[in-house]
């Protein structure tokens, strides 16, 4: 019964983004078809989220999304459950959630994370976060940053009946290397910074908000893969 409402909500969701958005993604097949993955990526939290999950299957893909909306809305309730995606108790180290994503990451998963930290409805970057460096250092899997713009416009042209034009555009993997060194706040927080440089590098100049200057973009811990 799982098997078949996750596949009734993949079609209803590829069926709906086909008529609600003009989709550009000339790189999606980036994506490897097996194994362990982070996904970095900017998140406005209107369309890529499903956009994406339907666009990937059948990759075994998850993401965390936060706890709240298990008891606030019984539709995504049903949606995340069959979605299989991770609570998380925002504002606090939740360590089921962190122990949540590794267990996916060792069963092959594509594992999503927004460094930012919640939704950013303008679509221009706000600074990371470096929480999202802790799943990347632990599991030590391959990393591919992925950017999208266009969506920040999503639910204003669907009240009016417009089709959007979604862009998506994917990087290349890397892996994180920390030299042996002590991983600080300090250093988590540079770390999350290059991540999102290989976010904002993706995408056109006024979306890159806090990492517009690309040429101060470092790599000190990023390793191509």
Known sequence: MNKFLHWLTILAVRIFTYIACRIDAPDLHKFPMQGPLIVIVNHTGQIEVP??????????MTAWAKAETWEDNWFLNGVFNIWKLIPIRRGAADMNALKGALRALEDGYIFGIA????????????????????VAIHSGVPILPVAHWGGEVFLSNLKHFKRTDFHIRVGEPFILNTHGLKVTAEIRQQIVDEMMYQIAALMPEKYRGEYSDLSRASTKFIQKY
């Open 115 to 134: 460094p930012e930290g919640t939704r950013n409805k303008t679509g221009i970057l706000r600074r990371g976060l470096p929480g999202a460096v802790i």
């Open 51 to 60: 956009l994406l999950y339907g666009k990937l299957q059948p990759r075994l």
